[in-house]
C-alpha cells in the first residue's frame, strides 16, 4: 500500500513563504505522478501542481505558476511545493496524493488520484 505523507504547513503572513513536503512510502514512483491539491473551507478540492516522476512532465494550475514550484527530493520518494508570495486565498488544507500509470498531458485530475495523504493546513493570515 502507498503511504503519502505530508508535512510543513503552518500559520504564515501575507506576502510570506512555506515549504510543503509529502515523503511517499511503498512503490517506484517511476510509474507514478505525485501531485498537490488543495481544498478551502466550503470549497471542492482542487488541483494545485503535479509532477509525473517516469519524465518529470509537470502540471501547474495557472493562475499559481508565479508562486508555486514542485520539485522532487534527491532521495527520491519526496515532492516538495514551494509556495511563495502567499495571499489569504491560499488558505486551505493541502494535500499530497499519487496517481498511478499517469498519462503525460492529462495530468492532475482530483477524481484521477489513486492515493492521498492525511493533509497539512496552511494558513495565510495578518
Known amino acids: 500500500q502507498l503511504q503519502l505523507v505530508e508535512s510543513g504547513g503552518g500559520v504564515v503572513q501575507p506576502g510570506g513563504s512555506l515549504r510543503l513536503s509529502c515523503v511517499v512510502h511503498?512503490?517506484?514512483?517511476?510509474?507514478?505522478?505525485i501531485g498537490w491539491f488543495r481544498q478551502a473551507p466550503g470549497k471542492e478540492r482542487e488541483e494545485v501542481s503535479c509532477?509525473?516522476?517516469?519524465?518529470?512532465?509537470?502540471y501547474y494550475t495557472e493562475s499559481l505558476r508565479d508562486r508555486f514550484t514542485i520539485s522532487k527530493g534527491n532521495a527520491g520518494n519526496t515532492v516538495y511545493l514551494q509556495m511563495s508570495a502567499l495571499k489569504p486565498d491560499d488558505t486551505a488544507v493541502y494535500y499530497c496524493?499519487?496517481?498511478?500509470?499517469?498519462?503525460?498531458?492529462?495530468?492532475?485530475?482530483?477524481?484521477?488520484?489513486?492515493?492521498w495523504g492525511q493533509g497539512t493546513q496552511v494558513t495565510v493570515s495578518s
Open positions: 511503498g512503490f517506484n514512483l517511476d510509474y507514478y505522478a
Open positions: 509532477i509525473k516522476f517516469g519524465d518529470d512532465s509537470k
Open positions: 496524493a499519487a496517481e498511478e500509470d499517469p498519462v503525460t498531458g492529462q495530468l492532475c485530475h482530483v477524481n484521477l488520484q489513486d492515493y
